[in-house]
């Protein structure tokens, strides 16, 4: 037999882990096509994506002030994906398009983040959602404190600590 009356339920359990790993310490672990919303564009000329590890931006849109939706164009900004946070940056003399005031989330920043592999996610997430799932599952003896430290270790810290 290779399955087993819980596997539905640890899967789920599992899935659960994961996400709340991700929320904790804003970190995607697999792979996913993620949306930013901004109401409206930054005054500067950058925008930073608080999401570790970005791997690519798709698209930037937004709602024009005719309640239009438009696509801002990649040749007039560059990416820095490497850095905590990852960022998007006008070119030189370029500028962020007017945004409809009244409209809410009038900007998307559509990117992908996350890891590769699973071989790729670093041990202290993997190690925290063990300890999450022991510490949701039946009479398991999970350790919040030790879950904290875990998400913690991997944190961005320019974003959150886990208190």
Known sequence: MTTCDFDTELTQLLTAARKQVEHDTHTKLITQTVALHLDEFPSGDTIEIRQLPVTSVTSITYIDEDVASQTF???????????????????????????????????????????????????EAKLAITEWCRMHWGDCDGDGAKYKNLINSIAWSGYWKSV
Do not use: C, H, M, Q
Not at 84 to 105: F, G, M, Q
């Open 73 to 123: 164009s990649s040749a007039l900004y560059r990416t820095e994906l490497n850095g905590k946070p990852a960022r998007i940056v006008l070119l030189d003399d370029e500028s962020w398009e007017d945004t409809e005031p009244e409209y809410p989330a009038a900007v998307t920043v559509t990117f992908v983040a996350g890891y590769a592999t699973a071989a790729a996610v670093p041990a």
